[in-house]
């Protein structure tokens, strides 16, 4: 039973005002990025006001993000991983309070798996979720873009020359989030997953993986909340159309 926001008998239900529960913070949309806009809103100095886990991307498309124990990583096209100075903005980008609510160890799953078994480790589909995976890895494939200059291309357009790299018998962190169906086109349905190796040395956006030996760990979020941007290419997009082949097409 999730319990999230049930009262017991005799207590107060949980609302807007009195929820204390984690929060899932959003900075812009994925349709957005879809339509490459790449313009960094926020800096990555303020994700960490609102969580100390999360993973998104920064200004001009430069690199793959991942937020763990409250420090910001950037993994770069060159394969490469820094700390980027706190100034540095973001476009779009998912962070959270990192608060584990179910356990499970776990061999032998790869990122197909993990999906075809779904009902075992997520109680619904219809919550979010952040999804941490930390342990021994067989096998990793990512990927990281390089920056982009403008006139921007298309995030799909950008995918099909990424940068790849492969991983075996690595140590790491898959750091991610489960989105619901309904987030469509404010967020990337099902699974979104980065990679950062255990030295800090490597990682990026999550193509394939197979585990050896590690724990997954999950975390319940009913909570949400999206910052939009205020200005910029943002105002003027096209958020009419059905991106799903585009957005699919980038992810793998």
Partial sequence: SLNLGEASEGEEPE?????????????????????????????????????????????????????????????????????????????????????????????????????????????????????????????MKTRSVPAQSKPYLPLAEVTKTQPEFEFSNVEGDIIGFYCPAYAQGINVTGLHLHFLTADRKGGGHILSFQVKNATLEVEYLSDYRLILPSGGDFLGGDFTIDRTDDLENAEK
Avoid: R
């Fill in 15 to 139: 609302t807007e005002e009195n929820y204390s529960g984690p929060v899932l913070v959003q900075v812009s949309v994925i349709d957005a990025l879809l339509q490459g806009f790449y313009d960094g809103i926020c800096p990555t100095g303020d994700l960490l006001e609102w969580g100390d886990f999360g993973i998104g991307t920064f200004h001009e498309l430069n690199g793959e993000m991942v937020v763990l124990n409250d420090t910001v990583f950037q993994v770069l096209s060159t394969g490469e991983v820094k700390k980027p100075a706190n100034d540095v903005t973001t476009p779009f980008a998912a962070v959270t309070e990192w608060e584990n609510d179910t356990t499970f160890s776990v061999s032998g799953i790869s990122y197909d798996s993990l999906k075809t078994n779904f009902k075992h480790y997520f109680p619904t589909p219809n919550l979010f979720y952040a999804v941490k995976i930390s342990g021994e890895f067989s096998y």
